[in-house]
Each structure stands twice: as C-alpha cells, then as structure tokens.
C-alpha cells in the first residue's frame, strides 16, 4: 500500500501516518517526491486496511498495490481450484459442469419428473430452491425442509448432485446436512454472518453475485468464506442490475474471464436469472461458456407456466436437451467438454 501526501503536508503529519503504521506493525518507507510524500508500507503479509489512514491529516489518497482479497486471490494460489462432488462430477478445471432444475421444489412429481429430464439431456447438479428469498412477502416462500427431503432422493434415484439455498443460519444447517453445495443468493452476498457460518460447513458453497455488487465485493464475499476455512466456493455469475428494465438483469459476461484472472476460483454463469426470459437463455449460456464459464445453472420445469416461481424464464425440458447440443459445441470450439452424468457417476 502506497500512502500519498498532500503536497502541503507538514513533517508533523508524515511523522503521525508513519507512527500509524509502526502502531499496526509494519514498516514505512518514506519516499520523497519532487512536489510531494509517499509512505510505502512494508511488512504485511496480507491486505492493510487503508481506510486506517484516509482520515489522517495530510493524507491525499491510499493506493492499494495489492489486492485486498487475499485468499481468493490467483496472486497466492496460482492454480485453478476444482471442487469434486459426491457423484464425481467436479466444478473447474477444463470440464464444464451443467447445474438444471426447477427455480423453486413444488412437489414430487414436479421435483421429479423435472430432475429425470434435466438428467437425461446431461446435466450432473439438481437444482431446486426450498427456502425462496421473494421479493413479496406474500409469493410462495419454499417447501422448507420437506422439499429438502425431495431433493435428497431425487439425488439417490437420477444420481445427480444438489445444489439448493440457504437463506439464514437456521436453514443452511438443514442444507448442510441434505444437500451436496450450499448456494448463497444474490440477496444474501452481503450478509457477513452467513458467510461466515458458510466458511464453516463441511459442502461446497455456490457464491452468487450480489445484485449490485462491483467484481471487488463479490471477491471479498468469498474472502469471508475462505478465511473462516472453507476452500471450496464457487462463484456465480447471475446479472446485476441495470437502468434498463428491457431484461431483468444484466448479464455480465466478461466478469467471467476477469473474475476468473483475478482468482483460481471456478465461475459459473446462471443466464437465467441472468436475462428473466426464456427465450434469451440459450444465447446468454453460449455466450457464457464461450467466455470460459466453468458452468451453468439453469432453470428447467416440467411446466413452466405452472410454476410457483419464475416460470418466464425456465426452460420447457426440450428446449434444455436443444441447449445441451448448442453448449457441447461451443465448449469443443474451445477445447472444453461437457461432463456427462455417465463421466460424473464414474
Ligand atoms: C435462484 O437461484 O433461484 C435465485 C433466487 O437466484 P438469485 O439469488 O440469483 O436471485
Ligand atoms: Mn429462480
């Protein structure tokens, strides 16, 4: 970290900024200017919080040489992580990994035919929310812990891992134990205390990226959960939003590549949530697998106009087994494949 000085700033203050770095226990190496100061700061082994110094007399600007995630970051940890799944599927690496299902787990037949589908077309990972952060308090909410339970043997039947969402402490204690990855939503990106409960579960935890939040704060999210000592976090691309209503979030395509230069993290991409319309989904996902996504989650529902919850933007079970051809051949102009559930189950 570099501490910049006004150019006016008296021996006084330089003294009283450098006093500030000794108190936190590095050293500062001032460096004369022709016009102004810069205190260098040395001896920290990992991010100094520069805010420390911004209300400082004389201080013109902090600049951060290095980043201020550190775990998450590819400066430390310089190759690709690769998270591995009970069923032998794995996230990261050079074998993209379909995540399919319905947004919301309705019922068994629904669960269950969706699921048969999804797995059938080629998709390793179940997905199905049974705690549901809606918007309205009056939409349905998830079938809690019994849907849960549906998730659980829909796994044993179709041998598909599951991925579903915790949305507070008590109900990532229930997903910890039913499911095989943890999804963290965009509404909860910033809850710390959930992060951190989310760094101490023994599964996976898939990260999405808060509906506004800048590429730094995503990767500080996931700070929270390595530091607490969960290695395995995957991040999710889902949109952010925009000005413009046209789509109902953004898809962010290029935080793919640029998040996955700056971390070794997987990044998966959900065009779902990503566009809001079905029709949009099979372009966003080509989109994102050309743009080297470790992987997808996609809704997939047996009916999407009956669904509970986001049905404009799930997929009739055809169109998915239409978008698993397009996917395979984007990923082999790249040199990817597709992992299959039979390579999964191996
Ligand atoms: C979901 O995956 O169903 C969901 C609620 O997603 P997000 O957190 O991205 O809105
Ligand atoms: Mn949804």
């Known amino acids: 970290m570099l501490i910049v000085m006004t150019q006016d700033?008296?021996?006084?203050q330089i003294d009283a900024v450098r006093e500030r770095v000794t108190q936190l226990g590095f050293q500062a190496r001032p460096m004369p200017g022709e016009q102004?100061?810069?205190?260098?700061?040395?001896?920290?082994?990992?991010?100094?919080d520069g805010a420390r110094f911004e209300g400082l007399p004389g201080v013109l600007q902090v600049i951060h040489v290095a980043s201020p995630y550190k775990l998450v970051?590819?400066?430390?940890?310089?190759d690709d992580t690769v998270v591995h799944l009970p069923n032998g599927a794995t996230i990261g690496g050079r074998q993209i990994c379909i995540m399919a299902g319905p947004c919301a787990v309705e019922n068994r037949e629904q669960l269950f035919e969706t699921a048969e589908s999804v797995a059938r077309a080629g998709a390793v990972v179940l997905r199905g929310g049974a705690f549901k952060p809606r918007t309205s308090p009056y939409s349905f909410q998830g079938m809690g812990e019994p849907g849960l339970k549906l998730l659980?043997?829909?796994?044993?039947r179709f041998g598909l891992a599951v991925i579903t969402e915790a949305i507070d402490e008590p109900s990532l204690d229930l997903v910890?134990?039913?499911?095989?990855?943890?999804?963290?939503g965009a509404r909860s990106m910033q809850n710390f205390a959930l992060l951190r409960r989310a760094?101490?579960?023994?599964?996976?935890v898939l990260l999405k990226r808060g509906l506004a939040a800048t590429v730094r704060e995503w990767l500080l999210a996931a700070e929270y959960i390595l530091?607490?000592?969960?290695?395995?976090?995957?991040?999710?691309?889902?949109?952010?939003?925009?000005y413009d209503d046209a789509t109902r979030n953004m898809l962010d395509v290029i935080a793919i590549p640029l998040v996955k230069q700056l971390s070794h993290l997987p990044v998966i991409a959900d065009p779902s949530h990503g566009t809001g319309r079905r029709h949009l989904v099979g372009a966003a996902s080509r989109a994102a697998i050309a743009a080297d996504a470790d992987g997808l989650l996609i809704e997939v529902h047996r009916q999407p106009d009956q669904a509970?919850?986001?049905?404009?933007q799930s997929l009739f079970p055809s169109q998915f087994v239409e978008l698993m051809g397009e996917v395979r051949a984007v990923a082999s102009a790249i040199g990817k494949t597709v992992q299959s559930p039979a390579v999964a189950a191996q």
């Open 9 to 12: 700033a008296t021996a006084a």
């Open 199 to 204: 760094g101490r579960a023994r599964k996976p």
């Open 73 to 78: 970051s590819r400066e430390w940890h310089r």
């Open 36 to 48: 102004r100061v810069a205190i260098g700061i040395v001896g920290n082994d990992g991010p100094v």
């Open 152 to 156: 659980a043997e829909a796994r044993e």
């Open 227 to 242: 530091a607490e000592g969960n290695p395995e976090v995957i991040l999710c691309e889902r949109g952010i939003r925009s």
């Open 176 to 184: 910890e134990h039913y499911a095989d990855i943890i999804q963290l």
């Open 308 to 312: 509970m919850s986001d049905g404009a």
